[in-house]
């Protein structure tokens, strides 16, 4: 029983989730319609992509990323370099992945150049590239990849609705970068025991890590899968449970243990928001409330509601009831930049620095907050305006 009840604790996103569709039982008794409400092919997706990240991370797919940055000099250059890589990377494996990967790649580089009082600014900036980057595609972030199926339009249309939001982020993130190394743009990186600057990073540094070539065969189908994967959403093909039956062939002729590592916990928590989604639709009271309210309303109403589930479970909420789906999809990928708990890709973010430096998550609190804040105070105006006359 303690063991369940810890599981919960550090898993309070699906706790949430699983009260959500407890009690929606009690507002709306289950029935068989129930089930083939539940968005079965998002879940398949999902499922796929999850397990295929899985393989990226285990493979070291980004070392090429990773090697390269070892060769900037300045604090400056290396600092952007890999928020660059959060910010693009994450258009296609998920801004909780590509977090994952750069952002304790962050902490080694900065703490080998002795510039540890630049981790938290720089992995802040990182966490609004993550979110602001995977807003582009469709298969960016798991709230991208839910409305895209459900709204029916193209992947075009999709992304050239986002790529306003991309753009201007892109160039705001590199504003940030200028203004924190405002005092001295030149800061190297490594610097002798005299003080000097040094040309190369310490011969401890991460960046030095090769790729096995007998793995060569596991990488490309990881690739292979990944690719499939992508071609599966643009399409909407009706033969996406192929897919998913071709990806665990090939895992479990490959490595079945990336099968144990699946980030499950996602999943169960994505179909108790949909069961709780349903059986609030399902309720004439509640979703004549939520039509009249959220309606043209969608983009204060995404902020917010995210800011108390998230802002993917609050996707699947609010989609039954929603008209405009560019005031819904922008106020999504912006509450993330609200609080630690409007994204589940800040709260991956906390949990890495925190494992690192423990004792220390307020003042990861604090940074992160004044950052994203700033962040966030210029980009909501304009962007509600434009949600408001640019609809899809």
Aim: aromatic share 16%; proline share 4%.
């Amino acid at each position: 029983m303690k063991k369940i009840i810890d599981f919960l604790k550090k898993e309070m996103m699906l706790t949430l989730a699983v009260l959500a569709a407890v009690i929606s039982f009690f507002i709306t008794p289950p029935d068989r319609s129930l089930i083939f409400s539940i968005d079965w092919r998002t879940l398949g997706t999902l499922f796929m992509m999850l397990t295929v990240l899985e393989g990226f991370k285990q493979e070291n797919i980004f070392l090429p990323f990773i090697r390269f940055a070892g060769r900037f000099t300045t604090m400056r250059g290396l600092s952007f370099f890999l928020i660059c890589c959060v910010f693009f990377s994450s258009m296609f494996v998920t801004n909780d992945v590509s977090l994952i990967i750069f952002v304790p790649l962050t902490i080694i580089l900065f703490r080998a150049g002795n510039k540890e009082k630049y981790i938290l600014p720089v992995i802040s900036m990182e966490n609004i590239a993550a979110i602001r980057g995977s807003l582009l595609t469709p298969f960016g972030s798991p709230q991208n990849l839910f409305l895209y199926g459900q709204s029916g339009v193209s992947a075009w249309e999709f992304m050239l609705h986002m790529s306003p939001l991309w753009v201007s982020s892109f160039f705001l993130l590199f504003g940030f970068v200028c203004v924190l190394y405002r005092k001295n743009s030149r800061l190297p990186v490594y610097e002798d025991l005299s003080g000097a600057a040094s040309s190369s990073a310490p011969a401890s540094s991460s960046t030095h890590v090769e790729w096995d070539p007998a793995r060569r065969s596991k990488r490309i189908a990881y690739i292979c899968l990944f690719i499939m994967i992508v071609w599966t959403i643009v399409s909407r093909t009706s033969l996406w449970y192929w897919c998913i039956l071709i990806l665990l062939a090939v895992v479990l002729i490959l490595d079945r243990k990336i099968l144990i590592k699946t980030d499950y916990v996602l999943l169960l928590t994505f179909l108790c928001f949909f069961v709780f989604s349903s059986s609030i639709a399902a309720n004439g009271k509640i979703a004549a409330f939520l039509t009249d309210s959220v309606a043209n309303r969608e983009y204060w109403w995404s902020i917010l509601l995210s800011q108390v589930i998230s802002n993917v479970p609050a996707s699947i909420v609010l989609w039954p009831f929603t008209k405009n789906l560019a005031a819904l999809l922008y106020g999504l990928d912006s509450a993330g930049l609200c609080s630690l708990i409007g994204s589940l890709a800040s709260v991956i973010n906390y949990r890495i620095y925190v494992r690192e430096y423990p004792g220390n998550g307020m003042k990861f609190v604090k940074v992160f907050t004044l950052i994203s804040w700033a962040f966030f105070a210029i980009i909501f105006l304009p962007f509600w305006w434009l949600s408001s006359v640019w609809r899809f």
